[in-house]
């Protein structure tokens, strides 16, 4: 059964759904500070090709604002937290190497935060990349809103997936850091990312 979309965690239950470069549903998305700009760059890249036949819009998505490592969203690890609870979206820890990056705006988000999580005295060096997922609840209430979506809106989350899931988290910050300056002016590592 198809259902409309209709707020910003529709759109990150499908980008957590959609295919990607491995062509297969709910390919993992590896890594907060990832995941956080791939948001970023739906909202200031593809939402205006995707929001036709959907309540999705500039104005009710993820709102941004320039931090520490470039645009940042509360509001995305508010929802991620949300479908954690519902169990919908799963996290794991990642074999691969960490990215100084992703364990630093981690770290930054949860002395800036709210929530009851306890860092522990786990390090920067102890932190592992987390990989992002849906569970079979999630899957299963996702495809729904999968198969309302036209042809060509499929298309699109498949290639911006893609584009962003194939490229090393560097590669993205690269690309947003010298694309939307206005998002880098707090950011801590602006000058290693571009390289000055």
């Known amino acids: 059964m198809s259902q409309k979309i209709n707020n910003r965690k529709d759109i990150l239950l499908l980008l957590l759904y959609s295919p990607g470069y491995s062509d297969s549903a709910n390919e993992p998305?590896?890594?907060?500070?990832?995941?956080?700009?791939?948001?970023?760059?739906?909202?200031?890249?593809?939402?205006?090709?995707?929001?036709?036949?959907?309540?999705?819009?500039?104005?009710?998505?993820?709102?941004?604002?320039?931090?520490?490592?470039?645009?940042?969203?509360?509001?995305?690890?508010?929802?991620?937290?949300?479908?954690?609870?519902?169990?919908?979206?799963?996290?794991?820890?990642?074999?691969?190497?960490?990215?100084?990056e992703d364990a630093a705006e981690f770290f930054e988000w949860v002395s800036q935060s709210d929530s009851d999580f306890e860092i522990n005295e786990v390090s920067v060096d102890e932190y592992k990349e987390e990989i992002f997922s849906l569970t079979q609840k999630g899957v299963d209430f996702s495809r729904g809103l999968f198969d309302g979506l036209s042809g060509e809106q499929k298309s699109l989350l498949k290639a911006f997936k893609a584009r962003i899931n194939k490229a090393s988290l560097r590669a993205v910050l690269q690309y947003v850091y010298e694309n939307y300056e206005q998002y880098t002016e707090k950011s801590k590592i602006k000058d290693d990312i571009l390289g000055g």
Request: charged fraction near 30%; aromatic fraction near 20%; charge should be neutral.
């Open 29 to 100: 998305i590896s890594g907060r500070t990832r995941l956080i700009k791939m948001l970023f760059l739906f909202k200031k890249e593809a939402i205006k090709k995707f929001k036709k036949n959907t309540s999705i819009n500039e104005d009710n998505f993820y709102e941004f604002f320039a931090w520490n490592f470039g645009p940042f969203s509360k509001d995305v690890y508010d929802d991620l937290t949300f479908f954690e609870n519902i169990d919908f979206v799963t996290r794991s820890d990642s074999e691969s190497y960490t990215s100084p």
